[in-house]
């Protein structure tokens, strides 16, 4: 067979296993291993996808990956996101929604300690909807409020989704986390203009807070220092590079270690943490064997360089190009799941995109944005089932109808990191 | 091709239709040009019947495992450097040694060539099924750096200068402090002083990662030595190629290597440029600096030999067949 | 056969959860070797020798010792929009299928990381900065492969059993649920 059409059933084939519910690293292993034992033979296949779990785990800048992931679930057993929601509340309490806002900004506290969405999103499930229950708030927007609030970790560094596309496509780490701290504040102030929009519309779903004294609001700073103390040390070390990413990340880890073992951390809760720690990793790293041996095959049927010269040699202007890839990972993203639809097109969509003459720092940030709007749209969306998994009496449905109006302010988000390439790109340019 | 008056008549060169994959790694460079090369040669004088498919980008293999690839059969040919992992072409890591004395291009191929035809580096490529073509040719290491200029030998004491390898022992050597950093990191660590100077091959590795622009000073013509790479072939893909594709490829080298060695230059050219409108301070070499190095590089020497001495390898025999071809090589310039 | 295959899933669960817990401690030795460095170098002046080989290798062995623990909690993303709506023997078979998919893979994997583990250990190979040899890395990741391996055929032996038996109970399947929420990584 023609090795070209070769490549399309195989990615015909991996969407089907995915869809059936093989999980996505295995998936793309078996599609790789069949195709390269029918593109070349079985000697091949077989040695070439041996040396993938081996090689492709003993990587310097993947070494951060499990680092991020330890700093957000120490995060939560030293207290300090307790405490963030705390003076959030305190702070912001007053406003339209005040609650919801709250939680939001919380949401982007957490965010600057954990490298992920999900994990954000279980957090303020247990802490913030709740609180936001008991004083009347709607428990459809309450509940799209922490879905969308989780979706912050993936922009605001640490982000071990970045982390990731920097490894694939051979960009700067350090630039990627960097870039997305402004699209990830610009995300968090569309949110509270959501709610605020919302609110006013229908004051019903969120009533009012009642007033914090000012002396209160200032003692509830101190204790979100542990949040400053991450984040200064992920971004100020990265920026004025004193630090490689894996070494803020290791230096940070330390330092909420202490700040746990301060709060006097049990045993149990470490020791859980720890295997919770080691699966996820796990998780991850076995999404990249699958997609590295499904690369291979890929490689071997000429596809991604076909597909490069088909769409770069497209005979329009180059943004219906990225419109149209735009659509279709916002399309992808209502089925699959982030990270392997990430790591699956990437091979094929990032040579046409630097082709096309599109910063590769930039589109990062585009792409994770993109993705990140997949977990929250039905009827595959992560984080709304990471919702109803730990509240069963909250529908499905009801989650995704709370987040309904966060996906017009998503639509915006999207045009301004489109329209304003600058402004994304601004801390990582003025690391040079 | 009755209706393309630009195809060629005939091929220079009758064969079968052959295709290589070539597994490389990184975008197209300096350093892959001796495979473009060879590329362009052979498919011009077979009408493009014998062809190699460069594949960039690590997409068929990691660096680190090209050498495992080759004996696979996963692909026909691939760029293998030793100095990734030491212990798999021990032989040829001599090669690899620091500030061996092989100032040009021209001097590097000669040598290189002779020394990976020894019966004793033969059988270690044998081992993994592999055959040697030709090398890809990298430049000379000098240091670039930022900061009070190291002019004499005083000036590099407590430097701390990004080196890995044999290179680290030269700026031991000299009083600096090597580190090795991975090279995406490097350039934000120059900038804000976490590393004062940066031990990479001259002009293109500096350029490729922007250095020059934070640099105040450079090494002029220290020549430290470089790291050899191999352009290797499965031997199986090698052997089945009917003779005359054989005597093609040996014939296709020598062109391959001047079109690298004109790509780097035409890249060099450019960058002295650039590097003269910076005012990039040159730092000549001096007698006591060149004794230091000197003195410092032989155990590192010696230590390669009783290494793959103590592997059964000639060790001396080999090393003193790099220095004998060095000298033949400038001799002959 | 439920009882025997429950007896398997014990012992295999003492392995990979001390495998895993040595994973955890890994990689409490990985920020303590970055700190190192980065204090050394900040402080003495005196970057560590290696430390990149040395957290290449580290990084090896924490992914490898953890892989069979995910499996054995189903930790591995998944899309669950056809297996949700099974009941029964219809979702037992779906179980049965992925689980094929999956141990055909790591059966293939395994075989051919003792492939590399062979070459290693025949034809040499070490890191570049401080030469740690390769074989030991490479073996332990095929162990781990072989682990994840056993781990996959019981779980395959019991989607049998319960495909047989739709009404049972199940200890192995038991608690897929909290997968879900502690797949942080988007
Ligand atoms: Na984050
Ligand atoms: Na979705």
Known sequence: ?????????????????????????????????????????????????????????????????????????????????TSAYDAARKWVGRAPGGLATATIFASAGFAAVSGASTASTAVFTRLALPEMEARGYDSRLA??????????????????????????VEQSVAKLLLAGLVPGVISMIVYLLVI????????????????????EKIKALPQVSGVFAVVGVILGGIYLGWMTPTESAGVATAIILVMALFKKIGLRDFHAGLLDTVRTTVMIFMVIWGVMIFVRFLAFTGLPGTVTDLVVNLDV?????????????????????????????????????????????WFGILLVKLIEVGVVTPPVGLNCYVVNGIRPDIPLESVFRGVTPFLIGEVFIIGIIVAFPDLILLLPNLMN | AIFAPGAAAAAEVEGPKVKWLVSLWGARRGFTEGVEGLKDYLAEKTDGNFELSLEYGGVLSDPKENIDGLQLGAFEAATVCPFYHPDKTPASMGLSQAFLPLPSFEAQYRVYAEYLKHPAVHEEWDKWSATPIMSALMPNYEVMGRGEA?????????????????????????????????????????????????????????????????????????????????????????????????????????????????????????????????????????????????????????????????????????????????????AGQ | MRAIIETLDKALGVVERFAALIAGLLILALMSLVCAEVLGRGL???????????????????????????????????????????????????????????????????????????????????????????????????????????????????????????????????HPADAIETTPYE
């Open chain 1, 143 to 168: 509940a799209g409020v922490v879905a969308v609030g989780g979706t912050l970790a993936a922009l605001i560094p640490p982000s071990a989704i970045l982390v990731i596309y920097g490894i694939i």
């Open chain 1, 196 to 215: 605020t929009i919302v609110v006013k519309m229908k004051p019903g779903l969120a009533p009012l807070e009642p007033g914090v004294s000012f002396m």
């Open chain 2, 150 to 330: 190291p002019t004499s030998l005083a000036d590099w004491e407590g430097k701390r200068i990004n080196a890995s390898g044999g290179h680290a022992a030269l700026m031991e050597a000299l009083g600096a402090v090597p580190s090795t950093m991975p090279a995406p990191d490097l350039y934000n660590s120059l900038e804000r002083g976490v590393i004062d100077g940066i031990a990479y091959p001259y002009t293109y590795a500096f350029v490729s990662y922007r250095f020059h622009e934070l640099s105040g000073w450079v090494t002029d013509a220290w020549n430290l030595g470089t790291i050899q790479c191999t352009v290797a072939a499965n031997t199986d893909a090698y052997n089945a190629l009917p003779d005359q594709y054989k005597a093609l490829l040996e014939e296709a080298v020598p062109a391959a290597y001047a079109h690298q060695i004109a790509a780097y230059e035409e890249i060099d050219a450019a960058n002295e440029k650039e590097f003269e409108a910076l005012g990039l301070e040159r730092i000549a070499m001096t007698d006591d600096i060149k004794a230091a190095l000197e003195a410092a590089v032989k155990p590192s020497w010696q230590s390669w030999i009783d290494d793959v001495t103590s592997k059964g390898f000639p060790g001396q025999e080999l090393f003193d067949l790099i220095m004998s071809e060095a000298e033949k090589a400038q």
């Open chain 3, 44 to 174: 003495f002046n005196h970057a560590i020798r290696g430390s990149i080989d040395i957290v290449e290798q580290l990084m090896v062995a924490l992914v490898a010792l953890g892989i069979a623990y995910c499996q054995s909690h189903f930790g591995n993303v998944r899309m669950t929009l056809v297996s949700d709506r099974c009941r029964g023997r219809a979702k037992w078979l779906s179980e049965l299928f992925a689980l094929a998919v999956a141990l055909f893979v790591v059966v293939i994997l395994t075989k051919g990381s003792w492939l590399n583990f062979m070459r290693s250990w025949n034809n040499g190979g070490d890191t570049p900065e401080i030469g740690i040899p390769l074989w030991p890395g490479i073996l332990l990741v095929t162990c781990a492969l072989g682990l994840l391996a056993l781990r996959l055929a019981l779980q395959s032996a019991e989607a049998l059993r319960l495909l047989a038996q739709p009404g049972d109970g199940s200890k192995l399947f038991g």
């Open chain 1, 317 to 361: 202007p180059r943004w219906v190009i990225l419109l149209g890839i735009i659509v279709m990972y916002l399309l992808m993203g209502m089925i699959l799941d982030g990270l392997g639809m990430m790591m699956l097109t990437l091979p094929v969509v990032f040579p046409a995109i630097t082709g096309l003459g599109y910063d590769p720092i």
């Open chain 1, 1 to 81: 067979m023609d090795p070209i059409t070769l490549g399309y059933l195989g990615i015909a084939a991996l969407i089907f296993l995915v869809l059936v519910g093989v999980p996505v690293a295995y998936a793309a292993a078996c599609t790789g291993i069949v195709g390269m034992m029918l593109l070349r033979n079985s000697t091949v296949a077989i040695g070439l996808s041996g040396i993938i779990p081996y090689a492709n785990s003993g990587h310097y800048a993947l070494s951060v990956l499990p680092l991020f992931i330890t700093i957000g679930f120490l995060a939560m057993h030293a207290g300090i996101t």
